[in-house]
């Protein structure tokens, strides 16, 4: 009987190996992108109604099929709510939580049965008040308790609950009320909005201005903050603080008609940046879009290790050293 000698059997085996790692290789760059988007009117309201031969995407400036369409109260909602307890809030506080106590009644009475909120409290270190919930009185116990001290670590804040969003499922959010002050974070702007890009978070603020005057106030966190919230398809709200009811009602109209979008990225011309840039339009001028400007793929040179750091929107690949 024939025997296959030895040598080729090995080199029969390594090329087998071979055939299949090139496999493996190829399928990890088919990945599905998804995109959360708001739609509104010319005066400014949310439009629900939409189907998906309304909306066009480009990818690296490469028009996508939209391969996934679903108004996304099918979809459960992981929300971190950050509040502001910095000595310079100590004033409004009372006021802030009593609006944001109604905030998540209304939230967590309706919509999903899935939905989840946690409650993260900020001031010169971030605490986790309490993890992803439904139980709103539990919440509610921990809003009471909060009280203001000196430092503001907005951006440590805003890392850790795209941290702790992540690996949930379904949309992810973050709400931060806050008067924009900075001054204790440990990380910078851009490694906070970094992570919030990962972990798909849309950024929610809420701006409580204790001074109208522009020269007593914190001006360049605000604008951080709107710069954040536009990246990630978000929205920043600038109410008095006898106004924060109506800020909150309007985050949960935008929750409850918001639309996701998902495509297969095909055909597009890859940059030394790993951050796709992405358009989401509608198909009607008359309507405007949100959603965020991009996502964290395929770069050049992405068969190497060093230069795969970047993530699926559906998980991260693997995580960039800090």
Same mark, same amino acid.
């Given at each position: ?8 059997? @090995? ?27 708001? /739609? ?83 001031? =010169? ?5 309490? @993890? ?34 992540? &690996? ?35 950024? =929610? ?15 360049? @966190? ?46 597009? &011309? ?18 405007? /879009? ?5 996502? =964290? ?26």
């Amino acid at each position: 009987m024939f025997r296959w000698p030895a040598r080729q059997i @090995g080199m029969a085996i390594l090329c087998a190996l071979a055939l299949t790692a090139q496999t493996t290789v190829f399928k990890t760059k088919v990945q599905l992108v998804h995109v959360i988007a708001t /739609v509104k009117n010319p005066d400014g309201e949310p439009v629900g109604a939409l189907e998906k031969s309304d909306f066009t995407i480009s990818d690296n400036g490469v028009r996508q099929e939209i391969a996934f369409f679903q108004r996304t109260t099918e979809q459960p909602l992981s929300i971190v709510l950050l509040i502001d307890t910095s000595g310079s809030t100590a004033k409004d506080l009372k006021y802030e939580t009593d609006s944001a106590a109604k905030f998540l009644h209304a939230l967590l009475s309706e919509g999903n049965p899935q939905d989840a909120v946690a409650l993260y409290s900020f001031n =010169y270190e971030v605490r986790e008040e309490h @993890g992803f919930t439904r139980n709103y009185t539990a919440l509610e116990n921990r809003l009471k308790l909060l009280h203001g001290e000196a430092g503001t670590s907005l951006y440590d804040a805003i890392h850790l609950a795209a941290r702790a969003l992540e &690996p949930r499922e379904g949309r992810k959010v973050i709400v931060v009320i806050t008067d924009g002050g900075e001054t204790t974070s440990s990380v910078n702007i851009q490694t906070a909005l970094k992570e919030a890009q990962f972990a798909d978070a849309v950024i =929610y603020p809420v701006v409580v201005i204790p001074i109208t005057n522009e020269a007593g106030r914190n001006t360049g @966190g605000e604008h951080s903050l709107i710069f954040m919230a536009q990246r990630t398809g978000g929205r920043t709200f600038f109410p008095d603080v006898g106004k924060l009811d109506k800020a909150f009602a309007d985050i949960i109209t935008e929750l409850r008609t918001q639309y996701l979008l998902s495509f297969y990225p095909q055909g597009v &011309p890859l940059t030394k940046d790993p951050y796709h840039k992405l358009q989401v339009a509608a198909t009607s001028p008359d309507l405007r /879009v949100s959603a965020r400007d991009g996502y =964290y793929g395929d770069a050049e040179g992405a068969g190497s290790a060093d230069a795969r750091t970047a993530v699926s929107p559906n998980g991260r690949k693997k995580r960039p050293q800090q």
